[in-house]
Antibody
Framework: QVQLQEAGPGLVKSSQTLSLTCSVS??????????WSWIRRHPGKGLEWIGY???????YYNPSLRSRVTISVDTSKNQFSLELSSVTAADTAVYYC??????????WGQGTLVTVSS | QSALTQPASVSGSPGQSITISCTET?????????VSWYQQHPGKAPKLMIY???KRPSGVSDRFSGSKSGDTASLTISGLQAEDEADYYC????????FGGGTKLTAL
């Protein structure tokens, strides 16, 4: 059974960098057929796709966040990570890691709330 | 860049059928982007309910069905149950993933 689990600080200060890691079990990131993604949900709002990474390290980001986002992968640990720089209160959200197969997300982590404080 | 429009809320009584629409607007004429649907209960992770417009993953109740006509995709839930009360999101991939704003389903 595939499981994804997010980890990282629940509180980040404004202007600093948000960093989260997603640990994957039950599947290998190196399998090559999946898009390992980050998605967030702002309080009371809908879902927003942040970006994805392939096992090769190739990335693609939401154009609205591209200047502040970095997604990386560590295949030896079967993990991938998100960094979002220069955060503001608008980045307060529940952050999910997810696996995309072809054009849909078939597996999701439980999500982690990140609050940006001033 | 595509955008997906969903009704903010829908409601139905137990046993009824309800339909949630998802209309795609795109600068590209004649787009044929595949749509997926996700169910999210409060405090839980989203769950894939429909992919590639109308396919249902293993384990998802056959009360859930998807369809698409032109630029509008639809999720239909038949025999509405209290446990179906949740937020529902449509999603499409058009170079990058775009989610609809979400629809809150209330089982009256």
């Amino acid at each position: 059974q595939v499981q994804l689990q997010e980890a990282g600080p629940g509180l980040v200060k404004s202007s600093q960098t948000l960093s989260l890691t997603c640990s994957v079990s039950g599947a290998s990131i190196s399998s090559g057929v999946y898009y390992w993604s980050w998605i967030r949900r702002h309080p009371g709002k809908g879902l927003e796709w942040i970006g994805y990474i392939l096992y090769s390290g190739s990335t693609y980001y939401n154009p609205s966040l591209r200047s502040r986002v970095t997604i990386s992968v560590d295949t030896s640990k079967n993990q991938f990570s998100l960094e979002l720089s220069s955060v503001t209160a608008a980045d307060t959200a529940v952050y999910y890691c997810a696996r995309a197969m072809r054009k849909h997300f078939d597996q999701w982590g439980q999500g982690t709330l990140v609050t940006v404080s001033s | 860049q595509s955008a997906l429009t969903q009704p903010a809320s829908v409601s139905g009584s137990p046993g009824q059928s309800i339909t949630i629409s998802c209309t795609e607007t795109s600068s590209a004429v004649g787009s044929y982007n595949l749509v997926s649907w996700y169910q999210q209960h409060p405090g839980k992770a989203p769950k894939l309910m429909i992919y590639e417009d109308s396919k249902r993953p293993s384990g998802v109740s056959d009360r859930f069905s998807g369809s698409k006509s032109g630029d509008t995709a639809s999720l239909t839930i038949s025999g509405l149950q209290a446990e179906d009360e949740a937020d529902y999101y449509c999603c499409t991939y058009a170079g990058s993933w775009v989610f609809g704003g979400g629809t809150k389903l209330t089982a009256l």
